[in-house]
């Protein structure tokens, strides 16, 4: 079946390191979207790509679409205490317009 | 605006009985979704709906039935619980006007024993 894959499952870095999660899909994307799930709670909007090589910034968050539209990453510089969470990619499939296809998950862990 | 609500929080179930979860949403979005996670892991779609009267399967919807009868309400039907039900549930609705941006409610944590 379709799927969208995401490594690595899980991280741990010292804070003020960076982090990057790439997300994988078997077959090409309309859109790709990123979310971000703290401990224990829901998961949160972070942003849409929709352009095949687009590149967008949020503050410290750096979010790519693959020229394919099959792939995307999520970079955090310099990450932060408060980065700890899940990151999710989500992908409208070609075709399948009603509905978001969520990738496995990238566990972020950070420590002083 | 309260967003997506959910109710109950938490509930415990025996086996074999059977339960709705709630999930409403003041938003005015056509497109709602319930998805469940088990531990540790990502969001498998049960069941979602384009619209009041419209729903279709996901990926996982064996054990469920969902209802839409206003653009609102959106419950989730757990018939014979069973202990591979046990998850957190969530309840989501989109903006397609917008960005697509899926908003999500905070959970139902179930556990069937």
């Known amino acids: 079946g379709q799927q969208v894959m995401q490594i690595p499952q899980y991280q741990h870095v010292q804070e003020g390191e960076d982090f990057t999660t790439y997300c994988n899909s078997s077959?090409?994307?309309?859109?790709i979207q990123w979310y971000k799930q703290r401990p224990g709670g829901h998961p949160v909007f972070l942003i849409q790509l929709v352009k095949s090589g687009e590149v967008k910034k949020q503050k410290r968050l750096t979010f790519q679409f693959g020229e394919a539209k099959k792939n995307s990453s999520l970079h955090i510089t310099a990450t932060q205490t408060t980065d700890v969470g899940t990151y999710f990619c989500?992908?409208?499939?070609?075709?399948?317009?009603?509905?978001?296809?969520f990738g496995t998950g990238t566990r972020l862990q950070v420590t002083l | 605006n309260a967003g997506v609500t959910q109710t109950p929080k938490f509930r415990i179930l025996k086996i074999g009985q059977s339960m709705t979860l709630q999930c409403t949403q003041d938003m005015n979005h056509n497109y709602m979704y319930w998805y469940r996670q088990d531990p540790g892991m990502g969001l498998k779609l049960i069941y979602y709906s384009v619209g009041a009267g419209i729903t279709d399967k996901g990926e996982v919807p064996n054990g469920y039935n969902v209802s839409r009868s206003t653009t609102e309400d959106f419950p989730l039907r757990l018939e014979l619980a069973a202990p591979s039900q046990t998850s957190v549930y969530f309840c989501?609705?989109?903006?397609?006007?917008?960005?697509?941006?899926?908003?999500f409610g905070p959970g139902t944590r179930l556990t069937v024993l």
């Open positions: 989501a609705s989109r903006d397609v006007k917008f960005n697509n941006e899926q908003f």
């Open positions: 989500a992908g409208i499939i070609t075709g399948t317009a009603s509905k978001l296809t």
């Open positions: 077959t090409t994307l309309s859109n």
